[in-house]
């Protein structure tokens, strides 16, 4: 290893750095964009609005509903040390989150 990524990979104290809150955050993205991804789905496929709620909007459903806990689990675990790249997560995920409602809004289910 060299001595660049040793220094990434560890912090002043000398323990390794925690990054799962990276995870958790591209995880919360990444639900947001499963969400679009169903929505834009079923209008390409031409699935009609049904009284009944079919699966694929359960899964939206779900998605979105996940995403809460995601994010106050990413602000807990968070490394304010790196603040721009906090926010940037942060911006990130509100801009996913509002494109999925806005696909939803715009596709009329």
Known sequence: MTQRAAERSERP???PARRAWIYVGTMAI???LFAVAIVV???MAGARPEADEN???HLFQLAMA???PLLALFLAMADWRQRQRVILFL???IAAAGAAIAVLLWSGY
């Open 13 to 15: 104290d000398g323990r």
């Open 30 to 32: 990444g639900l947001s």
């Open 41 to 43: 789905g079923n209008v």
């Open 55 to 57: 699966t694929w909007a």
């Open 66 to 68: 996940a995403q809460l």
């Open 91 to 93: 911006v990130a995920q």
